[in-house]
């Protein structure tokens, strides 16, 4: 069967500090992949998303970039954090036509 | 017009009682619906999908879509305590792997 990884659970970091979070999947190949925001009190919203290797689509402007350098590792990075980066990290993945699976997140918060 | 419109809640139903979710959308191409469940502090989890016009039955759980009115609904019968969560509506057009998220209902069932 299929399962997500995604770590660290949780994550406090300085304002202008580095940012690196993982993900990755077993059990499938090719899996399409997605990193969500989860603001408090809000809606998911979209970061990434990638249908395999090396391509990367962004959703939304910001401080963020991903990469994805094996077929199952997808990564959310930044070179200096913001305040507004704080929130609550999903990775996600699925297969064409499938819905999508969540990792157990990360809660990222900036000090 | 957002794209998925959810009320946010609190939805409040006894125990035992039938407790009802409605999610609209506004792309008529849309082409698969999900209901995603996600517990305060966790990351969300598929419950229901549906595809065609008409209702799906999972245990406790009736997905019903209607793609004329351009709605779909989620009803839980004999709600108990732990059904408490915020539910999601998603939903995924045609020509794109991506899911478009409503902001959820809160569901509080009380004991």
């Known amino acids: 069967s299929q399962t997500i990884h995604q770590w660290p659970a949780t994550l406090v970091q300085p304002v202008g500090s580095p940012l690196s979070l993982e993900c990755t999947v077993e059990g499938t190949s090719n899996p399409n992949l997605y990193w969500y925001r989860q603001a408090a009190g809000r809606g998911l919203q979209l970061l990434f998303y990638s249908v395999g290797i090396g391509q990367i689509s962004s959703e939304v402007p910001q401080n963020l970039s991903a990469s994805r350098p094996q077929d199952r590792q997808f990564i959310l990075s930044s070179k200096k954090l913001l305040l507004s980066d704080s929130g609550f990290y999903l990775c996600?993945?699925?297969?064409?036509?499938?819905?999508?699976?969540f990792g157990d997140g990360t809660r990222l918060s900036i000090l | 017009q957002k794209e998925v419109e959810q009320n946010s809640g609190p939805l409040s139903v006894p125990e035992g009682a039938i407790a009802s979710l409605n999610c609209t959308y506004s792309?008529?191409?849309?082409?698969?619906f999900f209901w995603y469940r996600q517990y305060s502090g966790k990351s969300p989890e598929l419950i229901m999908s549906i595809y065609s016009n008409g209702d799906k039955e999972d245990g406790r759980f009736t997905a019903q879509l209607n793609k004329a009115s351009q709605y779909v609904s989620l009803l839980i019968r004999d709600s108990q305590p732990s059904d408490s969560a915020t539910y999601l509506c998603?939903?995924?057009?045609?020509?794109?792997?991506?899911?478009?998220f409503g902001t959820g209902t809160l569901l509080a069932v009380q004991p």
């Open positions: 792309d008529r191409g849309s082409q698969s």
């Open positions: 998603a939903i995924k057009g045609g020509a794109t792997n991506k899911l478009i």
């Open positions: 996600a993945w699925s297969t064409t036509g499938q819905p999508q699976h």
